[in-house]
């Protein structure tokens, strides 16, 4: 990995900790289907058109890479998932008792 190459990683790892779950999760699906098309146009293309070596093993490898990274970001989406549905219980559980409380409340101070 380049210096680049690591350094953008690390830039994109700072802007998802800034984001909420819910962005996080609508930039990875973005992220996903624009790999997904790519990949799409580099399959038609190596399918259909006539090239030299060099030019289709450039293809070969950025195709590679494209469904590296498209696992990779699938995986990202799975944990967005897994933690989104951690905080929705978390809130859930957190209504629940505040109800119970309301109950306990309602229960000793009505007068009838």
């Given at each position: 990995m380049t210096e680049e190459e690591t350094e953008?990683?690390?830039k994109i790892k700072e802007d998802r900790e800034k984001k909420s779950v819910l962005h996080q999760v609508t930039d990875t699906k973005a992220l996903i289907e624009k790999h997904?098309?790519?990949i799409d146009v580099i399959e038609?293309?190596?399918a259909s058109?006539?090239?030299d070596d060099t030019e289709r093993d450039r293809l070969?490898?950025?195709l590679n890479a494209l469904k590296e990274i498209l696992q990779r970001s699938e995986?990202?989406?799975q944990n967005l998932?897994?933690?989104?549905?951690?905080?929705?219980k978390m809130a859930s559980l957190v209504a629940f008792l505040v109800f119970c409380?309301?109950?306990i409340y309602v229960v000793f101070t009505n007068d009838n």
């Open positions: 953008l990683e690390a997904y098309y790519r038609r293309i190596l058109k006539e090239m070969e490898t950025e995986s990202a989406l998932h897994n933690s989104n549905r951690e905080t929705t409380i309301y109950c």
